[in-house]
């Protein structure tokens, strides 16, 4: 089965925690101190630098042929069947671990692929001083690798990011000032914030969550990045990511759907600004506004999606993913008890199933939900009908 390349510009882009359009609104307002502003103008421009490497990173990839690509000859669901096949097998003769960490420090260069001469942390290796370094980045993130691969290895059976055991590589200090984190494709990178407007990223479980679930969602099934099908790429990475952080914060303890905050990026921005987080999947809409970044644009049900163009969020994608996220915290409350016992396996075998196409509507992937939901099918029909299914009105393209 031949497929028509697609067009570029639904390639994944670099996927970052803070969506262009909130950089692009605090330029555009103007009252954030003028060191901000330049670091909004450098991320964005920085960031748009590494889209096009991820770009050209694809098809290399492509030309090689070496592993599942959005674009691949051979459809991602056989390569999914393939891993889970491996999976079962080593699940007769004990499920075998593969983490395999490796932090670096960046150095603050800005460069498209930093430098790997300065490893902070590997795999089995001693936590980084104080003296080291203060800021601690380093060992956040080796304990977030950590936390994140045990959550899908103990909870979905998954391996690593790949299903197969791959290494996960992560670079702190990148670049001056960088107002972002994000995953490439094949590592994470965090920038240090500007302190100002926005914190660190290391310290955010479902940060890093959010981040490692674009590399399992492109490895299982790739949504386009682009308007719906960009927006439930967006939601699951939330929805994997709250239930990280709601095991992960305190294993020994964890939250159920009730105790949890549901908020995604709490405490990334800094002192001062009026925000609980970055996203409200209890109440989006409703986690920021504040006079130097803007306000929360997220709609909680399909009668507020907003129609965007390709050129605004990639038609939306961080924007109306506020709904699917909403129909998982209604989905993990009516159930009740921990979401990674009830609708998380629910949401992951309909993006595992190798049935999710690459250019899937809300309807679509809901109703894959509802044929997954086993016993819970009541509750599941029940939240998503809270948001609005099914969705009437169309396809959303402009
Ligand atoms: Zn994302």
Not at 6 to 23: N, S
Not at 55 to 67: C, T, V, W
Not at 216 to 239: C, I, K
Request: glycine residues 10%; aromatic residues 10%.
């Amino acid at each position: 089965m031949l497929k028509a390349p697609k067009q570029v510009t639904r390639m994944a882009p670099v996927c970052c925690i803070i969506p262009e359009h909130v950089l692009q609104n605090i330029l555009e307002v103007g009252q954030a101190p003028q060191h901000v502003l330049d670091a909004c103008q450098s991320t964005i421009d920085q960031t748009k630098e590494l889209h096009n490497t991820r770009i050209e990173h694809k098809q290399s990839l492509l030309a090689e042929q070496e592993r599942p690509t959005f674009e691949g000859i051979i459809p991602s669901y056989i390569f999914e069947t393939i891993a889970r096949e491996a999976a079962k097998k080593e699940q007769l003769t004990g499920a075998v671990r593969h983490l395999n960490r490796t932090v670096y420090d960046a150095q603050h260069t800005n460069r498209r692929d930093p430098p790997r001469n300065k490893i902070m942390i590997k795999e089995g290796g001693a936590l980084i001083s104080k003296e080291q370094d203060p800021s601690y980045d380093a060992n956040e993130c080796y304990i977030g690798f950590q936390k994140t691969y045990d959550f899908y290895f103990n909870f979905l059976n998954r391996d690593s990011i790949d299903g197969r055991g791959g290494g996960l590589n992560g670079f702190v200090h990148y670049s001056e000032g960088y107002q972002n984190a994000f995953w490439d494709g094949k590592q994470m990178i965090f920038g240090d914030g500007d302190g100002v407007i926005f914190n660190g990223f290391t310290d955010e479980l479902d940060v890093i969550g959010h981040e490692l679930t674009h590399g399992v969602v492109e490895y299982t099934s790739p949504l386009d990045y682009s308007f719906q099908s960009g927006a439930l790429n967006e939601s699951l990475a939330d929805v994997f990511g709250i239930m990280i952080k709601q095991w992960g914060n305190d294993p020994a303890n964890p939250q159920t759907a009730e105790q949890s905050d549901w908020l995604i990026g709490e405490g990334i921005w800094a002192k001062g600004v009026n925000g609980r987080a970055l996203r409200d999947m209890k109440a989006p809409g409703t986690a920021y506004n504040d006079r130097r970044v803007g306000s929360d644009r997220q709609p909680g049900h399909w009668k507020n999606f907003q129609k965007l163009p390709l050129s605004e969020d990639q038609g939306g994608v961080h924007i109306n993913s506020g709904i699917p996220n909403h129909a998982f915290y209604l989905a993990s409350t009516l159930i009740g008890g921990y979401s990674w016992q009830t609708a998380g396996p629910i949401w992951y075998k309909a993006l595992t199933c190798g049935k999710l196409r690459q250019n899937a509507s809300f309807k679509e992937f809901a109703e894959l939900t509802i044929l997954n939901a086993g016993d819970h099918e009541d509750s599941i029909r029940e939240a998503w009908k809270q948001v609005g299914y099914p969705f009437d009105g169309g396809r959303d393209e402009l």
